[in-house]
């Protein structure tokens, strides 16, 4: 396993930093403690940025149990194999009721700058969606940890192509494969997914220990973690050799090329700008029926439209498949040792 990672932090920091490097003692000798009054005047003192650019390598990932499954050969990267970059994370813990930066906040911000037209319908939507209390993005409580994924340069702040196109990716694994006594099995082989990765955000949310109870009676922790994100897929490719999908489809000998998902068809595509967007929720909890305590995996939803141009079976091309508002929602997993 292989990492190459840059962090990049604020210039105003880098220069603080470098300054005091050169101070002399008597200069040091001067220094005081800041009293309350004055930390609330230090410029950003209120959250972290980080710029990062990261290469992700993997050789070999394994669950062992009787048998193995192993996800073999995983790389992310940039585009045809680059670099990974231009991604910005903010980290905030939250104050009582305060605005971060959430989702498509920047798209509100700049269309009530003027920067973007509003009678464009995705933008109307997040200038009304992410407009609260004179700022821009989502109120949190107080102890919620925020982490906001979004680019360093977004490009002309006119264009929304710059913006939804800002971070692209690349995600490669040679194989999936199980093994057991009597031999392996391919699962899926030469994946290759390129696209763009839109606003992606990660939030703990500080419910101390309080509980609250699902529609199916499963009990989960009120501290959560909850995943919201847009992506795009824009070229993908795999060959789906024996598999199930969440219980779906299972298919023996079929190749895919061309793959493509994104939310621009159909009846949801609003307020999403052409990406496909999932939602989750993880926290500790307790089924309602079997009484096992374990990870709760709640309030899961998927939106997309999926086009497969190139579909084969047994290597040869059967035409193509599309689905058009293909939603999961509804969906609740407990997990737990057995």
């Known amino acids: 396993m292989s990492f190459h990672t840059v962090f990049r932090y604020p210039s105003r920091l880098a220069g603080a930093c470098l300054s005091a490097t050169f101070l002399s003692l008597p200069a040091l ?66 104050g009582e009721g305060e605005v971060l930066e959430h989702g498509f906040s920047e798209i509100a911000r700049r269309a009530n700058a003027g920067l973007l037209d509003t009678s464009n319908p995705d933008v109307a939507d997040a200038l009304a969606k992410y407009s609260v209390a004179g700022s821009f993005g989502k109120q949190f409580n107080s102890g919620d940890l925020v982490i906001h994924l979004g680019a360093t340069d977004y490009g002309d702040p ?5 913006y939804l196109k800002a971070v692209d990716f690349e995600l490669a694994i040679d194989s999936i494969t199980t093994s057991g006594t009597d031999g392996s099995t391919n699962l899926f082989s030469d994946i290759n997914l390129q696209g763009y990765i839109g606003p992606t955000d990660l939030v703990i949310r500080n419910g101390g220990s309080s509980t609250r109870t699902l529609a199916n009676g499963n009990i ?29 489809f299972n298919f023996a000998a079929v190749g895919i090329e061309g793959l493509q998902i994104h939310n621009r068809r159909g009846n949801d595509t609003l307020g999403h700008f052409g990406m496909a967007h999932a939602t989750a929720k993880l926290s500790r909890g307790t089924g309602a029926t079997s009484g096992k305590e374990g990870l709760s995996i709640h309030e899961v939803e998927f939106r997309a439209d999926i086009d497969m141009p190139v579909f084969k079976v047994g290597g040869t091309s059967i035409g193509s498949v599309q689905f058009t508002d293909f939603v999961i929602s509804d969906t609740t997993m407990m997990v737990y040792g057995h």
């Open 29 to 94: 000798a001067d220094f005081r403690p800041l009293d309350d009054a004055s930390m609330a005047a230090v410029t950003g003192q209120a959250g972290v940025s980080i710029e990062l650019e990261t290469k992700l390598s993997i050789d070999r990932l394994t669950w062992t149990d009787e048998g193995s499954l192993s996800v073999n050969g995983l790389r992310l990267s940039g585009h045809n194999d680059t670099v990974l970059d231009n991604l910005k994370l903010t980290v905030d813990i939250a």
């Open 158 to 162: 006119t264009s929304l192509d710059d």
């Open 220 to 248: 989960v922790s009120g501290s959560e973690l909850q995943l919201d994100t847009h992506f795009e897929v824009t070229d993908g490719s795999l060959n789906w050799d024996a598999a199930d999908v969440i219980l779906l």
